[in-house]
């Protein structure tokens, strides 16, 4: 199993900077890949980011190319999003997910972390 802690949401105004960590824990030699998603309140959760866990290769939404960043620590486990030009479009719930090595998919999930964009 593999657990997943996000940090550093909070409410920011537009044009503003935040970034945002997730820590993983337990059977992390397990992990493919990280990456990041976003949901509002009765929409669908969408992708935003994501990063392979050992080696190159990142992946981004359009609509955050050129404004956010993914980037990972190893050492400590730790994968971020670095959020700037922020818009209030971009305010939503974000949850880090991890892909497993064992099926491919996003089999692990935080428990998110709210981002506010103020205009």
């Known amino acids: 199993q593999v657990q997943l802690v996000e940090s550093g949401g909070g409410l920011v105004q537009a044009g503003g900077s935040l970034r945002l960590s997730c820590a993983a824990s337990?059977?992390?030699?397990?992990?493919?890949?990280m990456g990041w998603f976003r949901q509002n309140p009765g929409k669908e959760r969408e992708f935003v980011a994501s990063?392979?866990?050992?080696?190159?290769?990142?992946s981004y939404a359009d609509s955050v190319k050129g404004r956010f960043t993914i980037s990972r620590d190893n050492a400590k486990n730790t994968v971020y999003l670095q959020m700037n030009s922020l818009k209030p479009e971009d305010t939503a719930a974000y949850f880090c997910?991890?892909?497993?090595?064992?099926?491919?998919?996003?089999?692990?999930w935080g428990q998110g972390t709210q981002v506010t964009v103020s205009s």
């Open positions: 997910a991890a892909r497993a090595l064992s099926s491919g998919v996003w089999d692990y």
């Open positions: 990063s392979a866990w050992s080696g190159g290769g990142t």
């Open positions: 337990g059977r992390t030699i397990s992990i493919l890949g």
